[in-house]
């Protein structure tokens, strides 16, 4: 019988991966279908939410059908994470309560070790890696990942740091939040493999739909399940997926993230795992807009004399564009970022006057949402305080445009009820 250690240890069968009666393989069918398995006792063709917190023992005080606790496994959450590591082309994934505790995991299956990061990358990551884990010994390097040879020097620098013990860790985020910098995804992990270390790519603005990049050589796929995956602003979770030579590592970093997820109990909660694979099936349909209303939008604004610059890999006159050409498989997702003319006082005037768009953190539902990044970063950012970024949602691209044209229009007016 399966017994009670094993499953504490237990690596949930995320390796399968998806197939259909039919044998479907496009990206689009294969979201459309994501978790759906045929009730074999109800005939119910969506999937049920396991809520419990605890599982029956079989007389023998074995653990036959697979669970004994919510925290170190649940049928909803393994639907999940077998559902996600399917579409990314991964063995394994992880499911945690937001994309920050995911995140949070891989630094703690490293400590002592040595992280390189980009330059412009999201906060969030950059605040946890110098202030939490600074203090478990973790070592971290920032640099401009869009140059490839500034980034070959600081890996080899870091894997250098490395050779008395502790994990080497290269983390990409492209495009970067907020200044959509991007980062050729295959010649890093090529680096990084060379001297022995790991690649983790931060996926949550691309999403599997527009590229996978356990493909081209990552060795784990982060998501913040909040936002495209999730799609609705209605749910917070994160999640690793591993590649197959990491996951059958048992003595590799992603072994010790699974212990992290089973033994500190950050796992993503039933009903926010079932809420993703609902918001997953209409993944494809949403991207498209997403995409389609973002490379709109970003041409109306690349125009705009009240606009200095656009940040969106979409646009030729991007320094990313032909790496984000072939790696994004020319979908550019729905981020982009925009400095406005006449500094920070204009760039709020601006988001103070816009009607459509949300003034909001998070990124990736159906409304569009609009942010100062640099007043909700730290005082030391690298961000413009010029600087709005938008997630593009999927109302009409004309509403998009005309609200932001109004909004420019005032961008030297500040706001007042009168503007109501």
């Not at 389609?292 to 125009?303: G, Y």
């Not at 004309?398 to 420019?408: F, H, M, N, Q």
């Amino acid at each position: 019988h399966t017994s009670s250690s094993t499953l504490l240890t237990h690596t949930p069968d995320s390796a399968r991966s998806y197939s259909s009666p039919l044998g479907m393989s496009a990206i689009d069918t294969a979201l459309a279908h994501a978790g759906c398995e045929v009730d074999p006792t109800t005939g119910a063709i969506t999937p049920p939410i396991h809520l419990s917190s605890t599982f029956e023992r079989d007389r023998d005080l074995g653990f036959e059908r697979g669970f004994i606790y919510a925290r170190v496994d649940n049928p909803t959450r393994r639907a999940l994470e077998t559902t996600l590591a399917s579409l990314e082309g991964g063995a394994q994934a992880a499911a945690f309560g937001s994309g920050q505790a995911a995140a949070a995991a891989v630094l703690q299956a490293m400590p002592g070790g040595h992280i390189v990061m980009p330059d412009d990358i999201y906060h969030g990551i950059r605040t946890l890696a110098s202030t939490v884990f600074a203090g478990w010994g973790l070592k971290r390097t920032e640099v401009d990942m869009s140059i490839l040879s500034k980034t070959t020097r600081a890996i080899e620098a870091a894997a250098t740091d490395c050779r008395d013990g502790g994990r080497l860790v290269v983390w990409i985020e492209t495009p970067s939040n907020p200044q959509t910098k991007i980062t050729d995804i295959a010649a890093v992990a090529a680096v990084t493999h060379r001297l022995g270390g790991v690649v983790v790519v931060d996926s949550t603005w691309v999403t599997p739909w527009i590229c996978t990049p356990i493909s081209l050589g990552a060795d784990i796929v982060l998501h913040s399940l909040t936002k495209y995956i999730g799609g609705h602003s209605d749910l917070t979770g994160g999640c690793l997926v591993a590649s197959e030579e990491l996951a059958a590592d048992k003595n590799g970093i992603f072994a010790a993230i699974r212990q992290v997820q089973t033994f500190v109990g950050g796992g993503m909660s039933p009903f926010d795992c079932w809420l993703c694979l609902r918001g997953i099936r209409s993944l494809g349909a949403r991207m498209r807009l997403h995409c389609s209303n973002a490379a709109k939008v970003a041409a109306f604004l690349d125009t705009h004399p009240g606009v200095d610059r656009v940040h969106y890999p979409g646009l030729p006159s991007h320094p990313g564009h032909a790496v984000a050409a072939r790696q994004m498989k020319g979908k550019y997702g729905g981020m982009l970022s925009f400095e406005v003319a006449g500094g920070e006082r204009a760039a709020i005037n601006v988001a103070a006057h816009l009607k459509l768009f949300r003034r909001a953190t998070s990124l990736g539902g159906t409304e569009s949402l609009v942010e100062h990044r640099a007043s909700i970063e730290p005082a030391d950012t690298p961000t413009p305080r010029s600087l709005l970024r938008v997630s593009i949602g999927l109302e009409a691209p004309e509403d998009l445009v005309g609200d932001l044209e109004r909004a420019l229009s005032l961008k030297d007016t500040p706001w007042s009820s009168a503007h109501l």
